[in-house]
């Protein structure tokens, strides 16, 4: 049973620049949240899909968006990129008000 | 959801036992103590939760004492693998599986 996955691992952009990060859930799982994770600090939660629908979010701005697709993978959209953006992004799957498991993350480096 | 506080970083050898205590004074009576464990350039891993007294599994125990401020993560005989951060997180009962609110965590290094 394959865990959380994200693609791409690594990703190079650089500002002003929108970035797609891709997220497939374990399998039986149907919540996804994303998270980043600066250098040398804990992961602040970004958002949380379920059903389809952002149930739950941090404090991020608007250039933050994600879509969760019918089969619970998830996307999360980055537009206008800033140096400050540059981090790993964690993805994390859980069944409904479960344990989440998170993926490897991406690392996105914005020059 | 509770502030946590723990030591910014931890040294210990191969075979000793580690503790890594975390403070949580405004912990509320819904809430549940969870610590992830994350390795370089990977996401955190579920090591263990509780709510009160003592908790074990195969990889940690975790002790609560009885007005729940704090807790203690115990590792036994840690190995070089154990190197990683540690985050203690307390959340409520509703919100587990919602939004995880991580600190900076507990860098533990373990040498030989």
């Known amino acids: 049973d394959a865990g959380v996955t994200q693609s791409p691992t690594h990703l190079i952009k650089t500002r002003g620049q929108q970035v797609t990060l891709r997220c497939s859930p374990k399998s039986g799982h149907d919540t996804v949240s994303w998270y980043q994770q600066a250098l040398g600090q804990g992961p602040q939660f970004i958002f949380q899909?379920?059903?389809?629908?952002?149930?739950q979010r941090g404090n991020f701005p608007d250039r933050f968006s994600g879509h969760q697709f019918p089969n619970y993978s998830s996307e999360l959209n980055v537009n206008a990129l800033l140096l400050g953006d540059s981090a790993l992004y964690l993805c994390?799957?859980?069944?409904?008000?479960?344990?989440?498991?998170f993926g490897p993350g991406t690392r996105l480096t914005v020059l | 959801l509770a502030k946590t506080t723990q030591p910014i970083s931890m040294d210990s050898y191969e075979g000793q036992e580690v503790n890594i205590t975390c403070s949580h004074n405004?912990?509320?009576?819904?809430?549940?103590i969870t610590w992830y464990q994350q390795f370089p350039s990977q996401g955190p891993r579920f090591i263990i939760q509780g709510y009160k007294t003592k908790v074990t599994n195969e990889v940690a125990s975790l002790f609560i004492p009885a007005d729940r401020k704090s807790s203690t993560l115990s590792l036994p005989r840690v190995s070089l693998s154990d190197t990683a951060v540690y985050y203690c997180l307390v959340a409520t009962g509703m919100e587990y599986g919602n939004k995880l609110v991580f600190g900076a965590g507990t860098i533990l290094r373990v040498k030989s």
């Open positions: 405004n912990i509320a009576t819904n809430d549940y």
């Open positions: 899909y379920y059903e389809e629908e952002e149930r």
């Open positions: 994390a799957s859980s069944p409904f008000m479960g344990e989440q498991f």
